[in-house]
């Protein structure tokens, strides 16, 4: 598993937003907490080059992030291909 990791936010007019990360926790099952936790805010909350970045929800469209992790909640849909 790299322990390296991306994100792209994806926000509500156009603009992107890409943030690269190490592995936040090597247990698999912290893992799907912590994403369990973060979809149910209503902020993103980032710590990035000694700033910390508070992002609404509402203005994000959509997130992408790599790898995905190998545990994943319960209602993930799996091995989609993505398109526009």
């Known amino acids: 598993m790299t322990a390296k990791r991306e994100m792209t ?11 690269d990360f190490p592995l936040q926790t090597e247990n698999e ?20 080059d000694g700033a910390l970045l508070i992002i609404p929800y509402e ?9 995905a992790p190998a545990k994943l909640p319960e209602n993930v849909i799996r091995a989609a291909s993505f398109s526009s």
Request: glycine residues 4%; positive net charge; charged residues 20%.
């Open 59 to 67: 203005n994000i469209k959509y997130i992408q992030a790599y790898p």
């Open 9 to 19: 936010i994806h926000y509500m007019d156009g603009s992107k937003m890409k943030l």
């Open 29 to 48: 099952n912290a893992q799907v907490l912590k994403l369990k936790e973060a979809l149910a805010g209503r902020h993103i909350l980032v710590e990035a």
